[in-house]
């Protein structure tokens, strides 16, 4: 096999298997899923339909984060703004229209072609596909394990300094924060499961990929600790906290896109334009 036929897998069009990504709303950092209907130089299609586990409701406007890397051209984007927007009856979907404006890391060697509407895996450093899924889950088993430092070192800070009395941080710890690191510790335990069984050779076809979103969708709700601690001392813990999610997102599409173009493209659209 030649590098430039190791390096470019086949390319499977995106619209082929209906399966949701994840987003988020930039603003609030609120995730939500979502299929793509179609990806062209002048901007994407999306569809929210009701039946997805993770709804959101977006309006003209507001940025998003496909947290998937759109090749165009030379440059890879990933950020968006919602220029229109309207409900199809007969699948119960919103459907959306976003330029793409922002550029964003890409941190796997896979991404969709705007013109061509394919998934292309580049392989020069991975022996396989396969070998790639375990990096990202890898990653991904890491990033809860990095929420859970920052969980304990927040814990920490506010057990000294924070604004609350003694009586009211207790019922603090023990009905929030305690109920978020149990999720995330959870969260982190599946994947260092899945991580071994990936290893041990279990494919991305073997994956079940919406038990596999909600292990990777958030545990931390910025709402409810700015209602108990006050949205100026939380603000560099979330942040950064948040950071920790993104990437979790994208390794979650990632994987999404391995499996698309494990299935090769057997099946067609769900919906079509109308």
């Not at 209907?37 to 309006?59: N, T």
């Not at 229209?97 to 550029?103: E, I, N, Q």
């Not at 041990?200 to 909600?214: K, N, S, Y």
């Not at 990777?216 to 006050?230: K, S, T, W």
């Amino acid at each position: 096999m030649g590098a430039e036929d190791k390096r470019q897998e086949p390319r499977v069009d995106v619209c082929s298997v209906v399966l949701p990504f994840l987003g988020t709303r930039v603003e609030d950092h609120q995730p939500f899923q979502y299929l793509l209907q179609d990806v062209s130089p002048g901007g994407i299609r999306i569809a929210l339909p009701r039946w997805v586990a993770s709804r959101e409701c977006l309006k003209i406007g507001d940025v998003i984060d496909f947290h998937v890397p759109f090749r165009m051209g030379a440059h890879i984007l990933s950020i968006g703004t919602v220029s229109w927007q309207r409900w199809d009856a007969e699948y119960e979907a919103q459907i959306l229209g976003a330029s793409l404006t922002r550029r964003a890391p890409a941190f796997y060697p896979v991404h969709l072609e705007v013109e061509t509407r394919d998934v292309t895996l580049n392989l020069t450093d991975f022996r396989s596909a396969d070998d790639m899924l375990v990096k990202v889950v890898k990653d991904a088993a890491f990033l809860k394990r990095g929420l859970l430092i920052y969980l304990g070192h927040l814990e920490a800070f506010f057990s000294r300094v924070g604004g609350l009395s003694a009586e009211e941080y207790g019922e603090f710890q023990e009905q929030i924060l305690e109920d978020v690191r149990t999720k995330v510790r959870r969260n982190a335990v599946w994947l260092d499961g899945l991580l071994e069984r990936v290893r041990g050779g279990l494919g991305v076809g073997g994956l079940d990929l919406e038990e596999l979103r909600a292990v990777m969708e958030p545990e931390i709700y910025l709402d409810i600790f700015r209602f108990a601690l006050g949205s100026q001392t939380t603000r560099l813990y979330m942040a950064a906290m948040k950071e920790l999610e993104k990437k979790t997102y994208s390794a979650y599409n990632a994987i999404v896109m391995l499996y698309i173009s494990a299935l090769g493209g057997a099946s067609s659209c769900a919906m079509s334009a109308h």
